[in-house]
């Protein structure tokens, strides 16, 4: 997976988006997959801290990261949160991982936003920072083989 700064004119629907997270202490990325009218869906871990008890919901698409977690739809404003967006370039090629020889191979468009759609109605499992976080969430909506570069060490 490479990574190109972008605007949201420049990419289509099903399209692996990412942003950094601030103030973390290495480079950190939160991931999502675009599935068109400035919508998102993603996948968010619990609530590390408190947030304004003042924050409202989104105007645009009705979130409020104080409550809503795990698979969510939102606006990419809220996906963003001022940060600049960046789109993954998938490459076909072969990986192994965990011993197993993977062909990392992208999915059609609309594939990618049905699978993204399908599991913003069944969810996508426990969030975990190393086992289940939102790379492995775009990445198997994306290709169907769950891994995140950021926790193997390196991008894929």
Not at 52 to 62: I, L
Not at 113 to 122: I, M
Request: glycine letters at 10%.
């Amino acid at each position: 997976m490479g990574q190109q700064q972008t605007k949201p004119e420049e990419f289509v629907p099903g399209a692996h988006i990412y942003r950094l997270i601030p103030n973390t202490p290495i480079n950190c990325y939160h991931h999502g997959i675009y599935i068109g009218d400035n919508m998102v869906i993603h996948f968010l871990g619990p609530v590390k801290k408190v947030i304004d008890p003042d924050h409202s919901e989104c105007q645009k698409c009705g979130h409020r990261p104080d409550t809503n977690r795990g698979v969510v739809k939102t606006c990419l404003d809220c996906f963003l949160v001022g940060q600049r967006l960046f789109i993954a370039q998938y490459v076909w090629r072969s990986l192994i991982f965990r011993r197993k020889r993977r062909l990392i191979r992208p999915k059609q468009p609309h594939e990618v936003v049905t699978k993204a759609n399908e599991l913003l109605k069944t969810g996508f499992g426990t969030y975990s920072l190393v086992g289940n976080n939102c790379e492995n969430f775009a990445s198997f909506c994306k290709c169907g083989f769950s891994i995140s570069g950021q926790v193997v060490g390196g991008s894929y």
